[in-house]
């Protein structure tokens, strides 16, 4: 019988809710999808998304924007355990977009880059002790059972190899029941850095930088702080305070690292301040490690992160504080794809955080100095090194007076007085060149044909030790050839310019006795592209002491700290000085500096000699007088004339395809498109630096706005008025800081 009185029942079909889902696609936006019946899913919540004849995985983004028929649409079904990006991680993804004028599934996708990470998790099955107790024990048994005393879950290898007994000991307490199993994670967990481990006594300068730092953290709130001072006057102990401030509130924190600069060494001094080492977030990582560490940030087990630009995607749910140590550092432009700046991008983060962010730098980007200078930025200052040591005496040598004998032509009389003098007192040496290979042009003596990439606008550099011509654009390489492939003629072919092994060979012909080793990307292994996993040879006998002298790229100038270097040789100071971009002059200071400040890092005075042959030159003059501020005061009146950043906004579009003629007339077609605006100028086209680069043709257009003008929004309606063709890609890099 049924009850008199029914309770109303639920219909089982109800109005589907529907959601804006974003796919980690290069498309326009969200597209609709149902959830399945009686379920919702929140902003950030992670599903599988079918897609054409496949699945994709997806996020709910927003509410269903189309009027499609439900019965249209497809289900999208949220993940098991219903995993979501969190909030703060989904606002900041559409601002980038927004910002770099990308699809925001292209940025979503660099957020979801861990394949795997929300699958379900593979577990090992390790033994632990059990209940029983067999009654007659073999002694090879009685010591297995030893072992597992400790409660800790081993498997059957790992119990036999402890014990020291064969496996089939093992598998025989197993059967008899007196080792049960157990499920372990996949990977080991991620122990907690100790803010206490090993904290520093700082100085003053450094105790007032740190309380500035630990007032921010605790306030909880989006500020922005530039931690200012020379190399070697504490800043990193200054922001481990900060990481240990923010890890006693039970906060996340993020430091990015130049990929350059992302070392063991670097690894081994945050565990030597907090007893572990942190997760770490580079191109290096496997998969696996990817997974593992995507997943443990996103749970929060992860609490320190260490990365390159990608970690700054990271779906972090308790960020308290983000780092960008050598905030100045090129290499946190992002160029290919979503072309973003990390450091930018890191103080956006903070913000969709509301959290502080702390810009590390001996010598800050201009961008920084300025809103520092002007109290949008607070300005952290440590004015000295720590401890006794001083700042290196910087030397200019002209190399316009040429009184060098025959077989001497990159070091000079001086470099290698200084030289013989440092070696003979036992100390080390570096020789630095930002050039790698033998030579960067080879030419025929007879024809003057010079060697250059069949799919770069670029010369084949020479690398003597390999016997081959590379191109430092696509990596094509040759056999050296014995004739010129253009007249045929033997022998003709000559190396001209130094790389940092022409260097070597010329140093090994002056100080026979010396050792020494070649640190550049081609012999540092791991470095272009990557992590710290297995650092760095040539680096690491420096710091042991094992060679004497390292000749080397710019690899070298960054983060390391060599006790015994008193003596730094800039072969050539001028290069990259006069490709006449906007920034030159900043990047090659900043370098310049940065390479000196590797000289004198510990008791003894460091000596720094600059080869140029622009000494009169203001880079030069305020290298040599340590008078950074002054630097940054002229170059900044220079670009406030002429309205470029940070008083006036750049934004470029580049325009490339295999296509050179469909190239150049998309190019000319949008020169022309350009409407015009107040306070906008629009340059080009011209051909880009490598007008040649892989195989395509580049050509480059320059927009150059006034401080208050919407560039995104100019962009927006210039691109528009322009169809392109599929085969000619128009990418947008807003804030260009390069001009290849
Ligand atoms: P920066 O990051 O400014 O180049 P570091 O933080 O690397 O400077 O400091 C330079 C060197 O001085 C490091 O070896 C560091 O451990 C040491 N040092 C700096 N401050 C202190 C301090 N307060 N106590 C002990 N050692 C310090
Ligand atoms: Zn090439």
Known sequence: MRPARLKPEIPLLQPQHRAGVLLPLPLAGAYDYKLPPGINAPRGALVAAPLGNRETLGVVWGS???????????????????????????DFIDWVAAYTLNPPGAILAMALRSRGAFEPEAHRIAYVK???????????????????EDGLARSVAGLAEDANVSPAVVRGLIAAGALVTTQLPEFAAFPPPDPDFAAPQLNADQAAAAAALDAAVTAGKFSVHLLDGVTGSGKTEVYFEAVAAALARGKQILILLPEIALTVQFLERFAARFGVRPAEWHSDLSQKERRRTYRAVMRGEARVVVGARS??????????????????????????GAIYHARDMAVVRAKSEDCPVVLSSATPSLETYVNARQGRYQHLMLSARHGAAAMPDVRLIDMRRREFEDNSRWLSPALRMAMTETLAAGEQAMLFLNRRGYAPLTLCAGCGHKLTCPSCSAWLVE?????????????????????????????????????VERVAEEFAHFFPAARYAIASSDTVQGSLHSGPAEMQGPIRAMAKGEIDVLIGTQIMAKGHHFPNLTLVGVIDADLGGSDGDLRARERTFQLLHQVSG????????????LQTRNPHDAVMQALARGDRDGFYEQEGDLRRRAGAPPYGRLAALIVSGYDGEAVREIARALGKAAPPAKDIKVWGPTPAFYALLRGQTRERLLVQAGKGVDVQAYLKAWLALVKVP???RVAVDVDPISFF
């Open 311 to 336: 970690s700054l995607f990271l779906p972090f749910s308790e960020l308290g504080l983000v780092i960008v140590d050598e905030e100045h550092e090129q290499a946190f432009k992002q160029q290919d």
């Open 130 to 148: 059990g209940e029983i107790v067999p009654a007659r024990l073999s002694e090879a048994r009685k010591r297995v059972l030893a072992v597992a």
């Open 598 to 609: 590797r000289a004198g890092r510990a008791e003894k005075p460091g000596l720094v000699l």
């Open 463 to 499: 690398h003597r030790y390999r016997r081959r011509l590379a191109c430092h654009q696509c990596g094509y390489e040759i056999a050296a050839p014995q004739t010129c492939p253009s007249c045929a003629a033997q022998d003709s072919l000559i190396a001209c310019g130094p790389g």
């Open 726 to 728: 599929a085969a000619v």
């Open 64 to 90: 269903a924007e189309g009027t499609v028929g439900d019965n249209r649409l497809k289900i999208a079904e949220p993940l098991d355990g219903n995993p979501a990006l969190p909030q703060a991680l989904c």
